[in-house]
């Protein structure tokens, strides 16, 4: 049994005529451990999947099966729950507190949890060791998205999800974010979903589906690679 199961997930807005399927039918497995990325064009669904999986919305319909629980069956109580004790979250612009160095912005996550990890020991695994007392204005954008990274794995989560962690990035930084969250991935075996339309990332996941029009094209296992650096970016 795979770890994650999405078995004919749907989400609907609105009836009769004005019925919108921003996903429909939607079915994938995933295994613990995995780089998934998920790649699709605006409006090709891929938000809403992961809104879904990250339980900040609910699907119309179906099943979403991690670690043998139906999330889709959660009450509100217990989707709150669920994000704050099994899910990390990784955004494309940062919130971050802007009066809490980097280190308390990790800290204030890891004080949610039950079993967090070490704050230090992760902000010196996203090379910002001797940045964990400046304040997120005084970092660089690349920086304040390595207290991001490491403010959601601090959790110690089941599943980390990150919606276009390189969006506001230059090209060059995005590379190396890209680069963090995969060494981080194997350093710590945490499930990673990537959502994404840069279809450079295609090449890196070790499973990669594809979305268009809130249904699933493309959905094929790749080796994984043991570094990134032949990819061309």
């Given amino acids: 049994m795979s770890y994650i199961e999405v078995k004919n997930l749907s989400k609907i807005y609105g009836t009769g005529e004005l019925e919108v399927k921003a996903l429909d039918d939607v079915s994938f497995d995933i295994d613990q451990g995995e780089f998934v990325i998920i790649l699709g064009a605006s409006g090709a669904g891929k938000s809403t999947l992961l809104n879904i999986l990250g339980g900040m919305d609910n699907s119309t319909k179906g099943d979403y099966i991690i670690a043998d629980k139906n999330v889709a069956k959660y ?17 494309q612009f940062y919130n971050l507190l802007n009066n809490l160095t980097a280190l308390e912005n990790v800290e204030i996550a890891a004080s949610i ?15 910002l060791g001797k940045r964990k007392n400046n304040f997120p204005p005084q970092l660089s954008g690349g920086e304040q998205q390595r207290v991001s990274i490491a403010r959601a794995i601090v959790k110690n ?4 999800l990150c919606d276009e962690p390189t969006g506001a990035l230059d090209s060059k930084t995005g590379e190396s974010i890209i680069k963090l969250l995969y060494s981080i991935s194997i350093k710590y075996k945490t499930t990673v979903v990537i959502v994404t339309h840069n279809a450079t990332l295609a090449k890196i996941g070790t499973r990669l589906i594809r979305i268009a029009d809130g249904r699933i094209i493309e959905n094929k296992t790749q080796p994984r690679l043991e570094n990134l650096d032949n990819i061309k970016w």
Avoid: H, M, Q, W
């Fill in 113 to 127: 949890v039950k079993n967090p990890l070490d704050s230090n020991e992760l902000l010196n695994d996203v090379g």
């Fill in 157 to 160: 989560p089941k599943l980390l």
């Fill in 75 to 91: 009450n509100e109580k217990e989707l709150g729950n669920f994000r704050r004790d099994d899910i990390g979250f990784v955004f």
